[in-house]
């Protein structure tokens, strides 16, 4: 079984700084990779998906990849109480059907 | 609106009792999932259809059956409710295949007493 891990937090970071969400995952051959942020008691939404080593920025957020070191990170920049959510990392296994496994997720609390 | 929509909402049963949780999606895509979502447990794939006609086990699938009705609707049923199938569960759907990423459900939350 191929397994996605993150902090569990929570993760506190004070309203206008940095968040870091890490996640590691130990199926070397996987090639595709979100984030997803769910608020309490509602669904996961898609927020950003990355494919190729290197950093890929969308707005205040930044995926960061490192396949060798199977490494995935989520940066939140000017956090915002809004971002207080619990993000999940989710990483395709390259299955028949591409399987998706998520990771527990980790809860961030932005501070005001 | 597009997306899935997911029926009901909130659903209590008494165990043994049997329901079914439906799904529907209005993007047209072929893949749809569905998911149980525990604490500590993070999200657990069911079930999955990766095209209409089709439908495959997932992670965890006793207790549970499925029906892919048509392209757009994907169903989850309970024979026999137990205490253990308390949980909050999910459907999503994806364009061709997980490689783009999933649209979820409002999510349906389910008490089995």
């Known amino acids: 079984q191929k397994e996605v891990e993150q902090n569990s937090g929570p993760l506190s970071v004070p309203e206008g700084a940095i968040a870091s969400l890490n996640c590691t995952y130990s199926?070397?051959?996987?090639?595709?990779f979100f984030w997803y942020r769910q608020y309490s008691g509602k669904s996961p939404e898609l927020i950003m998906s990355i494919y190729s080593n290197g950093d890929k920025e969308d707005g205040r957020f930044t995926a960061q990849l490192n396949k060798a070191s199977q490494y995935v990170s989520l940066l939140i920049r000017d956090s915002q109480p809004s971002d207080s959510a619990t993000y999940l990392c989710a990483v395709v296994e390259e299955t028949s059907y591409d399987k998706v496994i998520f990771g527990p997720g980790t809860s961030l609390s932005v501070i005001p | 609106n597009a997306g899935v929509t997911q029926t009901p909402k909130f659903q209590v049963l008494k165990t043994g009792q049997s329901m079914t949780l439906q799904c529907a999606q209005d993007m047209n895509h072929n893949s749809m999932y569905w998911y149980r979502q525990d604490p500590g447990m993070g999200l657990r794939l069911i079930y999955y259809?990766?095209?209409?006609?089709?439908?495959d086990k997932g992670e965890v699938p006793n207790g549970y059956n499925v029906s892919r009705l048509n392209k757009r609707e994907f169903s989850l049923r309970l024979e026999s409710a137990a205490p253990s199938q308390t949980s909050v569960y999910f459907c999503?759907?994806?364009?061709?295949?997980?490689?783009?990423?999933?649209?979820f459900g409002s999510g349906t939350r389910l008490t089995v007493v």
């Open positions: 259809s990766a095209s209409e006609g089709t439908t």
């Open positions: 999503a759907s994806s364009g061709v295949t997980g490689l783009y990423g999933y649209t």
């Open positions: 199926d070397r051959v996987s090639q595709s």
